[in-house]
């Protein structure tokens, strides 16, 4: 069925940009232009995505996660020691 009439964009299509990482509206327009003409798919689009066509952020890149931890542990060692520490 199509999502989106004005670039002809079917559900799968919108599925299959969302499994390789567009998982918000704005990133399915970017992979194939669906919501920015007249804009009355966005919400068929938004409802897609809520509905498991995007898998969760950590299965697509966990170490996203892993780097992000790790640099706020690294920034917190440089800070210096803390109030109680120093005392």
């Known amino acids: 069925m199509y999502v989106c009439s004005c670039f002809g964009i079917t559900e799968q299509q919108v599925r299959q940009h969302a499994e390789t990482g567009a998982c918000t509206p704005r990133q399915i327009a970017g992979a194939c232009k669906a919501g920015t003409d007249c804009g009355s ?3 068929k689009i938004q409802a897609l995505l809520g509905r498991g066509a995007c898998p969760r952020r950590e299965a697509l890149d966990p170490v996203v996660l892993t780097t992000a931890t790790t640099t706020a542990s690294a920034a917190a060692s440089l800070s ?6 120093a005392a």
Do not use: F, M
């Open 41 to 43: 798919c966005v919400r």
């Open 80 to 85: 210096g020691p803390t109030t109680a520490e």
